[in-house]
Protein backbone atom coordinates (compact mmCIF):
# COMPACT_ATOMS: atom_id res chain seq x y z
CA UNK A 1 0.00 0.00 0.00
CA UNK A 2 1.44 3.30 -0.81
CA UNK A 3 1.69 5.68 2.34
CA UNK A 4 1.19 9.66 2.03
CA UNK A 5 3.03 11.34 4.53
CA UNK A 6 2.55 15.49 4.96
CA UNK A 7 4.35 18.25 6.38
CA UNK A 8 3.72 19.98 8.65
CA UNK A 9 0.75 18.30 10.59
CA UNK A 10 0.09 22.05 11.89
CA UNK A 11 0.62 25.53 10.38
CA UNK A 12 0.34 28.35 11.84
CA UNK A 13 0.69 31.57 9.24
CA UNK A 14 0.18 35.37 8.94
CA UNK A 15 -2.69 36.58 6.65
CA UNK A 16 -1.26 38.01 3.59
CA UNK A 17 2.08 35.96 3.88
CA UNK A 18 2.81 32.44 1.94
CA UNK A 19 2.03 28.93 3.13
CA UNK A 20 3.60 25.74 1.97
CA UNK A 21 2.38 22.05 2.59
CA UNK A 22 4.76 19.08 2.00
CA UNK A 23 3.05 15.60 0.86
CA UNK A 24 5.37 12.71 0.37
CA UNK A 25 4.50 9.31 -1.24
CA UNK A 26 5.95 5.67 -0.56
CA UNK A 27 6.50 4.79 -3.86
CA UNK A 28 6.45 6.86 -7.16
CA UNK A 29 2.55 8.01 -8.25
CA UNK A 30 3.37 7.51 -11.66
CA UNK A 31 0.47 5.36 -13.07
CA UNK A 32 1.74 3.23 -15.77
CA UNK A 33 -0.69 5.48 -18.12
CA UNK A 34 2.16 8.49 -17.50
CA UNK A 35 -0.24 10.19 -15.76
CA UNK A 36 0.45 11.18 -11.87
CA UNK A 37 -2.76 10.91 -9.97
CA UNK A 38 -2.17 13.44 -7.22
CA UNK A 39 -4.97 15.03 -5.62
CA UNK A 40 -5.13 18.02 -2.33
CA UNK A 41 -8.24 18.68 -0.87
CA UNK A 42 -9.37 21.68 1.45
CA UNK A 43 -11.51 21.18 4.76
CA UNK A 44 -12.94 23.87 6.16
CA UNK A 45 -13.95 23.88 9.57
CA UNK A 46 -17.69 22.02 10.19
CA UNK A 47 -17.95 21.69 6.34
CA UNK A 48 -17.20 18.66 3.64
CA UNK A 49 -13.91 18.32 2.31
CA UNK A 50 -13.57 20.13 -1.64
CA UNK A 51 -10.56 19.38 -3.91
CA UNK A 52 -8.71 21.88 -4.77
CA UNK A 53 -5.66 20.45 -6.96
CA UNK A 54 -6.34 17.13 -9.37
CA UNK A 55 -3.30 15.50 -10.89
CA UNK A 56 -0.80 17.27 -9.32
CA UNK A 57 -1.16 21.12 -10.49
CA UNK A 58 -4.43 21.85 -12.20
CA UNK A 59 -6.78 23.73 -10.25
CA UNK A 60 -10.05 23.19 -9.99
CA UNK A 61 -13.23 25.16 -11.31
CA UNK A 62 -13.52 27.80 -8.85
CA UNK A 63 -10.31 27.44 -7.08
CA UNK A 64 -8.69 31.13 -6.21
CA UNK A 65 -4.93 31.13 -8.29
CA UNK A 66 -3.09 31.66 -4.85
CA UNK A 67 -3.27 27.81 -4.38
CA UNK A 68 -0.88 26.43 -6.17
CA UNK A 69 0.23 22.28 -6.87
CA UNK A 70 3.28 20.97 -8.22
CA UNK A 71 6.33 17.86 -8.13
CA UNK A 72 6.59 14.50 -9.18
CA UNK A 73 7.31 10.98 -8.49
CA UNK A 74 7.27 10.71 -4.75
CA UNK A 75 7.23 14.63 -3.67
CA UNK A 76 4.46 17.45 -3.95
CA UNK A 77 3.85 20.65 -2.30
CA UNK A 78 0.65 23.07 -1.51
CA UNK A 79 1.61 26.17 -1.79
CA UNK A 80 -0.82 29.07 -0.88
CA UNK A 81 0.69 32.51 -2.34
CA UNK A 82 -1.10 34.82 0.36
CA UNK A 83 -2.96 33.45 3.29
CA UNK A 84 -6.28 34.80 3.96
CA UNK A 85 -8.19 34.20 6.16
CA UNK A 86 -11.19 31.81 4.35
CA UNK A 87 -7.84 29.14 3.94
CA UNK A 88 -7.95 28.54 7.41
CA UNK A 89 -9.00 24.45 7.80
CA UNK A 90 -7.53 21.36 6.97
CA UNK A 91 -5.72 20.16 3.54
CA UNK A 92 -5.02 16.66 2.49
CA UNK A 93 -3.14 15.11 -0.64
CA UNK A 94 -4.58 12.09 -1.90
CA UNK A 95 -3.13 9.49 -4.54
CA UNK A 96 -5.10 7.74 -6.75
CA UNK A 97 -2.52 5.48 -8.39
CA UNK A 98 -2.71 2.38 -6.46
CA UNK A 99 -5.43 2.11 -5.16
CA UNK A 100 -6.70 5.32 -2.83
CA UNK A 101 -4.89 6.65 -0.16
CA UNK A 102 -5.37 10.61 2.28
CA UNK A 103 -2.45 11.66 4.08
CA UNK A 104 -3.03 12.49 7.69
CA UNK A 105 -3.71 15.95 6.79
CA UNK A 106 -2.34 19.23 7.63
CA UNK A 107 -3.94 21.88 10.02
CA UNK A 108 -3.59 25.84 8.90
CA UNK A 109 -4.31 28.70 11.26
CA UNK A 110 -3.86 32.26 11.86
CA UNK A 111 -1.11 32.97 13.66
CA UNK B 1 -25.52 22.13 -10.04
CA UNK B 2 -23.84 19.05 -8.45
CA UNK B 3 -25.70 17.82 -5.28
CA UNK B 4 -24.89 14.78 -3.70
CA UNK B 5 -27.33 13.86 -0.78
CA UNK B 6 -25.89 11.04 1.81
CA UNK B 7 -28.81 9.05 3.78
CA UNK B 8 -28.90 5.79 6.19
CA UNK B 9 -26.70 6.57 9.14
CA UNK B 10 -27.50 6.82 12.01
CA UNK B 11 -26.41 4.71 15.60
CA UNK B 12 -25.97 0.92 15.43
CA UNK B 13 -25.06 -1.49 17.81
CA UNK B 14 -22.04 -3.64 16.97
CA UNK B 15 -21.96 -6.68 15.37
CA UNK B 16 -24.89 -5.01 13.43
CA UNK B 17 -26.08 -3.97 9.69
CA UNK B 18 -26.44 -0.64 8.28
CA UNK B 19 -26.96 0.50 4.51
CA UNK B 20 -25.93 4.01 3.26
CA UNK B 21 -27.37 5.86 0.28
CA UNK B 22 -26.24 8.54 -1.78
CA UNK B 23 -28.67 10.08 -4.46
CA UNK B 24 -26.89 12.28 -7.32
CA UNK B 25 -28.13 15.11 -9.29
CA UNK B 26 -26.64 17.53 -11.32
CA UNK B 27 -24.68 15.45 -13.29
CA UNK B 28 -24.30 12.29 -15.78
CA UNK B 29 -24.11 10.05 -12.76
CA UNK B 30 -23.64 7.24 -14.78
CA UNK B 31 -20.66 8.35 -16.00
CA UNK B 32 -18.49 8.43 -13.11
CA UNK B 33 -16.57 6.20 -10.72
CA UNK B 34 -17.54 6.69 -7.31
CA UNK B 35 -16.36 6.54 -4.03
CA UNK B 36 -17.37 6.34 -0.12
CA UNK B 37 -14.98 8.49 2.34
CA UNK B 38 -15.34 8.24 5.59
CA UNK B 39 -14.31 10.72 8.67
CA UNK B 40 -13.52 9.43 12.56
CA UNK B 41 -14.60 12.72 14.70
CA UNK B 42 -11.12 14.42 14.80
CA UNK B 43 -9.36 12.82 12.79
CA UNK B 44 -8.43 12.93 9.05
CA UNK B 45 -10.30 11.22 5.82
CA UNK B 46 -10.05 7.85 4.78
CA UNK B 47 -11.04 6.26 1.55
CA UNK B 48 -13.67 3.17 2.13
CA UNK B 49 -14.66 1.55 -1.07
CA UNK B 50 -15.30 2.52 -4.80
CA UNK B 51 -16.85 1.51 -7.92
CA UNK B 52 -16.63 1.76 -11.14
CA UNK B 53 -18.94 4.04 -13.67
CA UNK B 54 -20.91 0.67 -15.17
CA UNK B 55 -20.52 -1.09 -11.55
CA UNK B 56 -18.46 -3.90 -13.17
CA UNK B 57 -15.19 -2.78 -10.86
CA UNK B 58 -15.28 -2.59 -7.26
CA UNK B 59 -12.66 -1.47 -4.75
CA UNK B 60 -12.33 -1.94 -1.15
CA UNK B 61 -10.17 -0.77 2.06
CA UNK B 62 -8.81 -3.27 3.91
CA UNK B 63 -10.16 -2.21 7.05
CA UNK B 64 -13.88 -3.02 5.64
CA UNK B 65 -13.28 -5.97 3.08
CA UNK B 66 -15.17 -8.44 3.66
CA UNK B 67 -17.70 -6.42 5.77
CA UNK B 68 -18.66 -3.36 3.49
CA UNK B 69 -20.44 -3.93 0.03
CA UNK B 70 -20.09 -0.74 -2.31
CA UNK B 71 -23.21 -1.06 -5.26
CA UNK B 72 -25.09 1.48 -7.13
CA UNK B 73 -28.04 1.90 -9.05
CA UNK B 74 -27.45 3.90 -12.45
CA UNK B 75 -31.76 4.21 -13.18
CA UNK B 76 -32.04 5.59 -9.33
CA UNK B 77 -29.12 7.65 -9.62
CA UNK B 78 -27.83 6.83 -6.48
CA UNK B 79 -25.13 4.40 -4.80
CA UNK B 80 -25.45 2.51 -1.78
CA UNK B 81 -23.19 1.09 1.08
CA UNK B 82 -23.85 -1.88 2.84
CA UNK B 83 -22.39 -2.43 6.08
CA UNK B 84 -22.33 -5.60 8.03
CA UNK B 85 -20.27 -6.89 11.22
CA UNK B 86 -19.91 -3.32 12.16
CA UNK B 87 -17.38 -2.18 14.59
CA UNK B 88 -16.58 0.73 17.11
CA UNK B 89 -14.18 2.00 14.95
CA UNK B 90 -16.50 2.32 11.91
CA UNK B 91 -17.88 5.09 13.34
CA UNK B 92 -17.32 8.43 11.89
CA UNK B 93 -19.34 10.36 8.71
CA UNK B 94 -19.90 8.86 5.61
CA UNK B 95 -19.40 10.66 2.25
CA UNK B 96 -20.37 9.61 -1.04
CA UNK B 97 -17.90 11.54 -3.69
CA UNK B 98 -16.48 11.19 -7.12
CA UNK B 99 -13.79 13.58 -5.73
CA UNK B 100 -14.76 17.15 -7.46
CA UNK B 101 -17.92 17.21 -5.45
CA UNK B 102 -18.92 16.15 -1.91
CA UNK B 103 -22.23 16.04 -0.39
CA UNK B 104 -22.91 16.75 3.51
CA UNK B 105 -22.22 13.11 4.70
CA UNK B 106 -24.15 10.65 7.19
CA UNK B 107 -23.06 10.55 10.62
CA UNK B 108 -22.69 6.47 11.51
CA UNK B 109 -22.51 5.55 15.29
CA UNK B 110 -21.34 2.13 16.11
CA UNK B 111 -21.63 1.76 20.13
CA UNK B 112 -23.51 -0.46 22.92
Known amino acids: DIVMTQSPLSLPVTLGQPASISCRSSQSLVHSDGNTYLYWFQQRPGQSPRRLIYEVSNRDSGVPDRFSGSGSGTDFTLKISRVEAEDVGAYYC????????FGQGTKVEIK | QVQLVESGGGVVQPGRSLRLSCTASGFTFSYYGMHWVRQAPGRGLEWVAVISDDGSNKYYADSVKGRFTISRDNSKNTLYLQMNSLRAEDTAVYYC?????WGQGTPVTVAS
Open chain 1, 94 to 101: MQGTLSWT
Open chain 2, 97 to 101: TPFDS
